[in-house]
């Protein structure tokens, strides 16, 4: 799927009062693209300015010092006018938001590429960043003009929702190749979050697993350390999420046999059913307090559950 960078909460979830910078690495950083209700795609006429733009917008990513915080939002177009418009020149804590992080983004392609048309300014927002754009030389599509044009979201594509958001796609920079840029790190998940989510403090789906995923949670971890929480009443200490770094072979154990489910937890609906003695191949696994569950090709199956194995490593 196309990855984009994204700059829409501070450290807390939340948009304004956070400390500068970047404390979690899910304030601005890359992650896999997704339905805002954009509408809006600016694409530069020349490629060297969308390269550039994407570039950017990647080491805003990766640079910490960077954050988020509405009332601080003008911050990093400061630090980055005085560090000669390059975003991994910045050392001063700093905070963004969407449309003023994209809109330093493109004042610095102006600067740098020595466009002539307009500059940018530090106070733009998602409201007239379209017309402050096309002003500097990009060209405005709606979706269906931009895949007759490109076939695709194109690399520097700026994304936008004028009454909501704004991202970059970063696909296909040309750096991208020599740089780490992967949806964050998938956090540990604790009683807190478990509590919170149940009391509906997240909000119900989708949005809440696009804030889950935006603090760099495992929506289907926590999801599944609810459902047991709301079974058992038992709020687990920590919920893990293990990916294996290679294919393992699991026989089954239990006399008589498990069910394979949709997801890793009992409230899952079933989706098949391993006898004892089949020899499976498990892709994955996840630790939900102290149960460990096996992805295969079929579906998911318990491993240990409360107190039992029910397979082991053949």
């Given at each position: 799927m196309t990855k984009?960078?994204?700059c829409g909460h501070d450290?807390?979830?939340k948009y304004s009062g956070g400390k500068a910078g970047d404390q979690s690495g899910t304030e601005w950083y890359i992650r896999e693209d997704y339905d805002f209700g954009q509408s809006v795609y600016l694409?530069?006429?020349d490629d060297a300015?969308?390269?550039l733009m994407a570039r950017m917008a990647v080491n805003g990513a990766r640079n910490d010092n960077i954050g988020y915080d509405q009332g601080q939002r003008t911050t990093f177009y400061v630090c980055l006018k005085a560090a000669n418009w390059v975003v991994s020149a910045i050392k001063e804590?700093?905070?963004s938001d969407c449309s003023s992080g994209v809109?330093?983004?493109g004042e610095a392609c102006v600067q740098r590429l020595k466009l002539t048309k307009a500059h940018i300014s530090k106070d733009i927002y998602t409201g007239n960043l379209k017309a402050a754009f096309v002003a500097a030389g990009w060209n405005a599509y709606t979706y269906d003009q931009l895949i007759r044009k490109y076939g695709k979201k194109p690399t520097g594509c700026i994304q936008l929702n004028p009454a909501k958001h704004v991202n970059v796609v970063v696909e296909g920079a040309s750096n991208l190749k020599d740089s780490t840029v992967t949806s964050a790190t998938k956090k540990a998940v604790n009683a807190q979050v478990v509590k919170d989510v149940a009391a509906g403090k997240y909000g119900d789906n989708p949005n809440r697993a696009e804030r889950l995923k935006a603090l760099g949670y495992d929506p289907s971890t926590v999801q599944a350390a609810v459902n047991e929480y709301l079974r058992t009443g038992k709020l687990p200490a920590k919920v893990t999420v293990i990916t294996a770094a290679a294919k393992a072979r699991y026989e089954i154990t239990a006399p008589s046999g498990v069910n394979v489910r949709k997801g890793a937890g009992t409230s899952y609906a079933k989706a098949d059913a391993y006898a004892k003695g089949k020899?499976?191949?498990v892709i994955e696994t996840k630790a939900v307090g102290s149960d460990l569950w096996g992805k295969t090709a079929d579906g998911w199956f318990a491993i240990r559950y409360s107190g039992s194995t029910?397979?082991?490593k053949a």
């Open positions: 984009v960078a994204n450290e807390r979830g694409v530069h006429p300015v969308n390269d804590k700093c905070e809109g330093a983004l020899v499976v191949t029910y397979a082991k």
